[in-house]
């Protein structure tokens, strides 16, 4: 198993500026997937890239990968306050069952 | 709302207490997971069921832990003769079993303090 490790561990924007954090891992993957955890909604799954994906758009939110370089990306522009959360990426479990294993996240603080 | 749910959302005990938590997947999800999340830190796994079958668990889960899921609905975890070092957030998770594209759906958990 693996798991991902993002980068920076903590980072503070004003509302309106964009956002972007990275994410390393150490062996190939079929998909990651990225979540995010707040005191209001809890942790949720934000969007799954796949490994012939490159980039992939949700709403405000952009995630890359590269698979060549086993990394990927989260920009989340035109930030909000409410977007104050942290952010994990987190690679499949490659033996099975489908566990998550979380790294420390990045800790976004977006300021009004 | 048919998220996960989870009860109670705190829960404070002295040392050598035991507890109990409680977790309401999904209805139709059959895969259960419990995970355990101290401060600044990223959820741990601790163990997984499909349906009513517990098929891991991690070496984080001692033998004062244990976990249920009767008939595959809920599921409970037990925490027995509690220490300081059991305090954290206890988070349920359930899916419905996608193969590596599984998507979990997390309850809002259960916190924890041992004092």
């Known amino acids: 198993s693996q798991q991902g490790e993002e980068d920076p561990q903590a980072l503070s924007i004003q509302e309106g500026e964009n956002a972007t954090m990275n994410c390393s891992y150490k062996?190939?993957?079929?998909?990651l997937q990225w979540y995010r955890q707040n005191s209001g909604r809890g942790l949720v799954h934000l969007i799954l890239?796949?490994?012939?994906?490159r980039e992939k758009h949700s709403g405000r939110l952009r995630v890359t990968l590269d698979t060549s370089k086993k990394s990927s990306s989260l920009l989340i522009t035109a930030s909000r306050a409410a977007d104050t959360a942290s952010y994990f990426c987190?690679?499949?479990?490659?033996?099975?069952?489908?566990?998550?294993?979380f790294g420390a996240g990045t800790r976004l603080a977006v300021h009004p | 709302d048919t998220g996960v749910s989870q009860d109670p959302r705190h829960k404070i005990t002295k040392r050598g207490q035991n507890v109990t938590f409680r977790c309401d997947p999904i209805?139709?999800?059959?895969?259960l997971y419990w995970y355990r999340q101290t401060l600044g830190q990223g959820p741990e796994f601790l163990t997984y069921?499909?349906?009513?079958?517990?098929?891991?668990k991690s070496r984080l889960l001692s033998d004062r832990f244990s976990a249920e899921r009767p008939k595959g609905s809920f599921s409970t975890l037990e925490i027995q003769r509690t220490e300081q070092g059991d305090s954290a957030m206890y988070l349920c998770?359930?899916?419905f079993g996608q193969g590596e594209e599984d998507t979990q759906y997390f309850g809002p958990g259960t916190r924890l303090t041992v004092l």
């Open positions: 998770a359930s899916s």
């Open positions: 062996t190939s993957i079929n998909n």
């Open positions: 890239i796949r490994s012939n994906e």
């Open positions: 987190v690679p499949p479990f490659s033996g099975g069952y489908n566990k998550l294993i």
């Open positions: 209805s139709e999800h059959n895969r």
């Open positions: 069921f499909q349906n009513e079958a517990q098929l891991e």
